[in-house]
């Protein structure tokens, strides 16, 4: 059974830090590339950070650079989000989702279910 755990969101102040989790199991994450999405109330999905297969490369969001770090660990399946100097408009149900690519088209992909982090003081 294919599954993708997040965890680590909560309730942080301004200029606080978090950092997610993402626990893959049921295929084999190490070939997939690692994506973080969030969502606000009333606003679109938006793409905040992107990790490749072996982690060598990353992308960012401009509204998140230089405050988030994505990671992984393919011995330990898990893709991390570490979230630092966070913000208000940070706050957001982030989801993780792993994608399988054939240059820009996605051949498969699967969602976690999502972490609520909420930066309010």
């Known amino acids: 059974q294919v599954q993708l755990v997040e965890s680590g969101g909560g309730l942080v102040q301004p200029g606080g830090s978090l950092r997610l989790s993402c626990a893959a199991s049921?295929?084999?994450?190490?070939?997939?590339?690692v994506n973080w999405y969030r969502q606000a109330p009333g606003k679109e999905r938006e793409l905040v950070a992107t990790?490749?297969?072996?982690?060598?490369?990353?992308n960012y969001a401009d509204s998140v650079r230089g405050r988030f770090t994505i990671s992984r660990d393919n011995a330990e399946n898990t893709a991390y989000l570490q979230m630092n100097s966070l913000k208000p408009e940070d706050t957001a149900v982030y989801y993780c989702?792993?994608?399988?690519?054939?240059?820009?088209?996605?051949?498969?992909?699967?969602w976690g279910q999502g972490t609520q982090v909420t930066v309010s003081s």
């Open positions: 989702h792993a994608g399988s690519y054939n240059g820009r088209t996605e051949i498969q992909g699967y």
């Open positions: 990790i490749s297969t072996s982690g060598s490369s990353t």
């Open positions: 049921g295929f084999t994450f190490s070939r997939y590339a």
